[in-house]
């Protein structure tokens, strides 16, 4: 059974970058076909979709956050890592890794991590 | 972008039925049949419920179902159980290959 562990500071000082791993464990990253995501939930608001890193390495990024974000694969840890520059308080929020079937889009992401908090400050 | 548009709270009473709904547009939900939808307990991960607009993740309760008309997809949970008491979230694939959530529906179970 596959889990995800998410794992980071809890606070960090604008501007600086924050970088957050997400372990995988029960299945090796580099499966054919899956994608695995960062999604935020902000304070009082809703779910934000961050971006995504494929089983190939390639990443795609929420317009909004691409020009200050970095998502990549290690494989050799089995686990992919989220990097954000320049991070202000808007930034501060619930972090999760999850995993999505191929097309990224279309099965939903059906495995979360718990989720780890940060707040910009 | 802005997110997709949910209800803030919605409410009923045990055994009855309630529709969550999400309004987007064009570009998303009505574009495409690719909406999504979670439930998060507080403090907990959100859970997949419904892909591809009507499909029930294995494992969901058939009480979930979810449909879609033009720009605006619903989930409906008949049945209410006071274990659904959680908030309630939509996504959809964009025309710009992203994905957008909604705002989130907190449902309460009177």
């Known amino acids: 059974q596959v889990q995800l562990q998410e794992s980071g500071p809890g606070l960090v000082k604008p501007p600086q970058t924050l970088s957050l791993i997400c372990s995988v464990s029960?299945?090796?990253?580099?499966?054919?076909?899956?994608?695995w995501n960062w999604i935020r939930r902000l304070p009082g608001k809703g779910l934000e979709w961050v971006g995504y890193v494929a089983y190939t390495g390639s990443p795609y990024y929420n317009p909004s956050l691409k020009s200050r974000l970095s998502i990549t694969l290690d494989t050799s840890k089995n686990h992919f890592s989220l990097r954000l520059t320049s991070v202000t308080a808007a930034d501060t929020a619930v972090y999760y890794c999850?995993?999505?079937?191929?097309?990224?889009?279309?099965?939903?992401?059906?495995?979360w991590g718990q989720g780890t908090a940060v707040t910009v400050s | 972008q802005s997110a997709l548009t949910q209800p803030a709270s919605v409410s009923g009473s045990p055994g009855q039925s309630v529709t969550i709904s999400c309004t987007g547009s064009s570009s998303d939900v009505g574009g495409y049949n690719y909406v999504s939808w979670y439930q998060q307990h507080p403090g907990k991960a959100p859970k997949l419920l419904i892909y591809e607009v009507s499909t029930r993740h294995s494992g969901v309760s058939n009480r979930f179902s979810g449909s879609k008309s033009g720009n605006a997809a619903s989930l409906t949970i008949s049945g209410l159980q006071a274990e659904d008491e959680a908030d309630y979230f939509c996504e959809s694939y964009t025309r710009d290959s992203s994905l957008i959530f909604g705002g989130g529906t907190k449902l309460t179970v009177l």
């Open positions: 999850a995993r999505a079937r191929p097309p990224f889009y279309y099965f939903g992401m059906d495995v």
């Open positions: 029960g299945d090796s990253i580099s499966s054919v076909g899956y994608y």
